[in-house]
């Protein structure tokens, strides 16, 4: 009863929606339901508190979205790899975003040695971004702020891992424009960090392997 009571607010909620949308601008679905011209592929966490479209302020049709547990990249996702080419290759978005969050518990659960099951094995490549930068982040006394370091670091690692793909080469080879953008939102106040990495070709791609961004 509880649960059937749960997904009915879905429901109304939408109708809501629906009819909030529609007065504001009666032609809003219609418009919507032609094929969509986003600019940007929004790479983001799973977690409920991060919702892609609400904080970037935009509209159905704007962002092409994935989300996973902690906004991973793996090169070996056929998963991230479909979005991330169909959007690079046939939506032809110029702008990818990875977006982290502070407070992110997939990151802290791969930070901390308690096992969790299946996703451990998910989390295992954060352990790898721990591991780069060991040095860094054990220099960090505050245990809150080496987790908000790590997140940082994570996005960089995700957005030099995108820099990797085969379709990210791809593109820059070509000649095609394609910014990679590196994001961490604030749970506490709701605003995005740019970590303003600039990553538009593959020069600055490998700048993220190097100069201190490692080691
Ligand atoms: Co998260």
Known sequence: MRETTQIERLFASNRRWVAAMTQTDPEFFRKRARPAEPHFLFIGCSDSRVP????????????????NIANQVFTADLNVLSVLQYAVEVLQVEHVIVCG???CAGVQAAASAAPLGLVDNWLGNIRNV????????????????RLRRLI??????????????????????????????????????GLLKDLALGVDGPEKAETLAHAGQRG
């Open 52 to 67: 892609a479209d609400q904080l970037t302020g935009t509209t159905p049709g704007e962002l092409f979205v994935h989300r």
């Open 101 to 103: 969050h502070y407070g």
């Open 130 to 145: 721990m591991r780069l930068h060991r040095r860094e982040l054990d220099a960090i006394a505050d245990p809150a702020a």
């Open 152 to 189: 940082d670091l994570n996005v960089v690692e995700q957005i030099y891992n995108l820099s990797q793909t085969p379709v990210v080469q791809r593109t820059w080879q070509g000649g095609a424009k394609l910014l990679l953008h590196g994001l961490v939102y604030e749970l506490e106040d």
